[in-house]
């Protein structure tokens, strides 16, 4: 026996480290959703008072992390050692009302079937975001909107509303005009604010020589002609410019999005013919 060789079924080495690979990156993507999750309610932050301006129902998005980062926690961890170690316990559920010798082979590993979830997840998310899209673009102008009647009431919202309008170059969510709504900025001559007919200082076009941010630069920038706001502010708002950005960009986030799927769908592939190969050396000792 010892000059042979076994020359039975073997499991594919390339196929095994694929998936543990593949698990590895689904693990470290759980860890990163946790560590959101746990920040956010340690910290009380932007994601906990979003349920406070948004018509959510007073859900908490922070729970979404925690659950969805548990989940990937636990199935990447249970892929990557089920993949090195070839443990089919971690790697499938199998059929167990069947055990029949002539009954086809019926099991799907865990990782394939929460692949599969995920996919038909995205692919209805897709679907939902082109039919309704009209609903999303009115609840991102409900959302920005509200952000800015909480401007002041929340510097992780302040912070974010200000990184949104700089990122996109644009103020308010159709118009510089949107920040009426907040109390410190409307134009209304009760207002005894220094910041009346202003907009915060991310609205401000900025000056590639200035290395120190002016955060006055947007007093009474509204009370100014439209066309000298233009000089000194950003006067699109950020649901125009959001949409402009999807369609510059449409092929890119599209193409990102096919990826995914694909490398999800190669994934499903590769999960399923690892067990296979498990299960073919186990029956053929």
Known sequence: MSGKHYKGPEVSCCIKYFIFG??????????AFLGIGLWAWNEKGV?????????????????????????????????????????????????????????????????????GIIFFLELTAGVLAFVFKDWIKDQLYFFINNN???????????????????????????GADDWNLNIYFNCTDSNASRERCGVPFSCCTKDPAEDVINTQCGYDARQKPEVDQQIVIYTKGCVPQFEKWLQDNLTIVAGIFIGIALLQIFGICLAQNLVSDIEAVRASW
């Not at 199935?75 to 055990?99: M, P, Q, V, Y």
């Not at 302040?158 to 309008?165: A, C, G, K, P, V």
């Open 148 to 174: 800015i009647r909480a401007y002041r009431d929340d510097i992780d919202l302040q912070n974010l509303i200000d990184f949104t309008q700089e990122y996109w170059q644009c103020c308010g969510a159709f």
């Open 22 to 31: 593949f698990n590895v990156i689904f693990w470290f993507l759980g860890i």
């Open 47 to 115: 994601l906990s008072n979003i349920s406070s301006i948004t018509d959510l129902g007073g859900f908490d998005p922070v729970w979404l992390f925690l659950v969805v980062g548990g989940v990937m926690f636990i199935l990447g961890f249970a892929g990557c050692i089920g993949a090195l170690r070839e443990n089919t316990f971690l790697l499938k559920f199998e059929n167990s009302l069947d055990h029949r010798p002539s009954a086809p082979p019926c099991f799907l590993s865990n990782f394939s079937v929460f692949l």
